[in-house]
């Protein structure tokens, strides 16, 4: 099964936590996971930022919202234990304890109401595993906690910036698209200097290599480049054309290639590479965008925005 969304997650953790006992997060998390019988791939996935499994945000949250509720109560740092309430809602339990259920509590919705927004307070566990007491109201967007809903955001946002980058790219003259991959490969670190670079990819159609290219500053091994600005409407590259570029490897005795198109490549053209001896890199569309992302070239920054939690270390006695 996958891993359930924090609201489907709130009834089993109060129900791990019925025994009473104060339980850390690392406690609960372990037991609920039992309950559920959670897979290791379950638990292993992890939010786009890769900070954190999905599965430690959701437990993480539905800490916090059934504490609001007063369901549990906040021991101390990353320690939790049921409450009174919380008992008797386990002696007579609802099919699920969602942000409905816990809204008939006024200390829950005085908690949401804090936020016109209707956003949450970050308290994403640290590195020790604790997490910090409940602050802040938010609100709930289809079961996402809020840490999710910034990175969907996030990835939506990306996602049409990428595919703008490949239109702007289709759009433009063939020389920009030359000058654009020289950008790239030196902001990955290859390339030598900037006028090393511009020179060696500006000697086009010469055997089937579009460039050369430094693999690193001191040019201990050259690659060789192979650049197709293609509509993927209108042109995939195929095997043959991959066929091609390596033939024109092999004239040359170079050992490394990279195949760079703003098209896609066919599976027979990825099964090829992944069967012959030289090591050529396929970089099609998609992944074009991608690094270009990454890496700043054909970007800038719009905003920035500041993701903070509150420092625990700040309020701790001497």
Known sequence: ???????????????????????????????????LGLSEADLSERIPS???????????????YTSEAGLLEWVRRGTYRITVRGREVLAKPPARIDVAFMSQFP???????????????????????DASPPVAGGA?????????????GYAALRGSVEAELLTKILSSPPAFFEN?????????????????????????????V???????????????????????????????DVQAFAGSLEGVRARKGVFITTSLFSAEAHDYVSRIEKKIILIDGPRLASLLFDHGVG????????????????????
Request: aromatic share 6%.
């Open 50 to 64: 890769g900070k954190q499994t999905r599965y430690s945000n959701r437990v993480n949250w539905a800490c916090i």
């Open 107 to 129: 200390e829950f919705r005085a908690w949401q109401s804090k936020s016109g927004r209707g956003n949450a307070t970050d308290r994403s566990e640290t590195d020790s595993g």
């Open 180 to 208: 654009l991959v020289v950008e790239l490969l030196l902001a990955m670190g290859y390339g030598g200097s900037r006028a090393d670079a511009g020179e060696a990819l500006g000697r086009s159609g010469d055997g089937g």
């Open 1 to 35: 099964m996958a891993c359930p969304d924090f609201q489907s997650l709130t009834l089993p953790v109060l129900q791990s936590a019925a025994g009473g006992q104060e339980l850390t997060l690392a406690a609960l998390r372990a037991e609920t996971a039992r309950r």
């Open 140 to 152: 709930v967007v289809d079961g996402a906690t809020p840490e999710e809903q910034i990175e969907e």
């Open 210 to 240: 579009d460039g050369i290219i430094k693999e690193d500053r001191l040019g201990l091994d050259a690659i060789y480049i192979q650049a197709k600005r293609w509509d993927p409407a209108k042109h995939k590259v195929s095997r043959p």
């Open 299 to 318: 970007v800038r920054t719009k905003e920035t925005c500041e993701v903070k939690e509150v420092d625990e270390e700040y309020f701790l006695e001497d």
